[in-house]
């Protein structure tokens, strides 16, 4: 064994331990308030906008407010709600289920990324703001932000695409 194979398995371990929490169902806890859009009448513009605002927002498991902190389902859900996306579950796992996919070569700004990091269903997710990139909210101890999909790490675990409901 090399040197560098204990490094490379305690990064891969602790990368899938701090991104497993996107993966549960979040402790209960106040809901963002409706946006002024008209639910069912969508916004791409406005969930790019809203989601850079969002850039630096500290983690937090079960969070799904700018106040509160995010987890990565709670950042979708949240600004999919205040752009005017009705209907967009709160979990990661619902989300996959739940929302239509699309294919990886058909993204458009406003698609919800879909990562796994392990066996079975996906346990991160993220939005596409165009030209190759997304905004998620990592781990703890991270900060809501910007990466590139065409990164080594997030290409390789990058496994679906879903379009947000009208």
Do not use: K
């Amino acid at each position: 064994m090399t040197r560098r194979a204990p490094l490379a398995a305690f990064s891969l371990l602790a990368v899938a331990l701090l991104l497993g929490g996107c993966a549960t169902t979040p402790p209960l806890n106040m809901r963002a308030a409706p946006s002024s859009t008209p639910h069912g009448h969508g916004d791409r513009q406005r969930l790019v906008r809203l989601l850079h605002e969002a850039v630096g927002t500290p983690y937090r498991y079960g969070g799904d407010t700018p106040r509160s902190g995010f987890d990565c389902s709670g950042l979708v859900y949240w600004a999919s709600r205040e752009a005017g996306y009705a209907g967009v579950p709160r979990t990661v796992r619902e989300q996959y289920r739940q929302l239509r996919h699309v294919p990886l070569n058909q993204l458009r700004p406003g698609d919800v990324l879909f990562f796994r990091f392990r066996r079975g269903p996906p346990t991160h997710d993220g939005i596409y703001i165009g030209h190759g990139r997304f905004i998620h909210s990592p781990a703890t101890g991270d900060h809501v932000s910007i990466e590139r999909l065409n990164s080594r790490f997030w290409s390789r675990h990058l496994i679906a695409a879903a379009r947000l409901p009208r």
